[in-house]
T-cell receptor
């Protein structure tokens, strides 16, 4: 089956630093999604990408859909303490009833 | 707007007991998904419904797990009998329609502990 490799597994950074995380897949996806999960809550959608090569921003967050359709990255600029959480990538095929395949997540810790 | 609503938020019970988790999807969403999250295995899809019909239940671990969606605004996930290895956070998610690049919106989960 499809697998997503998400890296790094965890990051510990200083407030104000930029952060980059990525996902790679053994097969192609037609949609890439990035979610953030805060402790005790469900994942919340941050950015959705629908076209290969697409670069999309949401405030301090920027994500790109890789040209090969097998990878995606998420950048966070000027990190702040509330960026702390677990970030998940998810890939989706657009054929019929297609489901999400999730990465294992990147835990981000930000030191004030 | 109300998001996906799950209940209970926490459940602690002894092994062998029946457990029922509940979910109310976002109004107007046609697809509903049940996930299980553990440290070891991450987020795993258990089953999903489209227009109240189960489409794929291949992720359901074994016959002790069952899910129903009697109408568009309610779904249950039942474990009977429960075992300690079922301890996890169970999430429900909904989307406007299945597949086709429709992002899923998650509830806050039910944290299940089986003693």
């Amino acid at each position: 089956g499809q697998q997503l490799n998400q890296s790094p597994q965890s990051m510990f950074i200083q407030e104000g630093e930029d952060v980059s995380m990525n996902c790679t897949s053994s097969s192609i996806f037609n949609t890439w999604l990035w979610y953030k999960q805060d402790p005790g809550e469900g994942p919340v959608l941050l950015i959705a990408l629908y076209k290969a090569g697409e670069l999309t921003s949401n405030g301090r967050l920027t994500a790109q859909f890789g040209i090969t359709r097998k990878d995606s990255f998420l950048n966070i600029s000027a990190s702040i303490p509330s960026d702390v959480g677990i970030y998940f990538c998810a890939g989706q095929l657009n054929s019929g009833y297609s489901t999400l395949t999730f990465g294992k997540g990147t835990m981000l810790l930000v030191s004030p | 707007d109300a998001g996906v609503i799950q209940s209970p938020r926490h459940e602690v019970t002894e092994m062998g007991q029946e457990v029922t988790l509940r979910c109310k999807p976002i109004s107007g969403h046609n697809s509903l998904f049940w996930y299980r999250q553990t440290m070891m295995r991450g987020l795993e899809l258990l089953i999903y419904f489209n227009n109240n019909v189960p489409i794929d239940d291949s992720g359901m671990p074994e016959d002790r797990f069952s899910a129903k969606m009697p109408n568009a605004s309610f779904s249950t996930l039942k474990i009977q009998p429960s075992e300690p290895r079922d301890s996890a956070v169970y999430f429900c998610a909904s989307s406007p329609r299945g597949g086709a690049g429709q992002p899923q919106h998650f509830g806050d989960g039910t944290r299940l502990s089986i003693l």
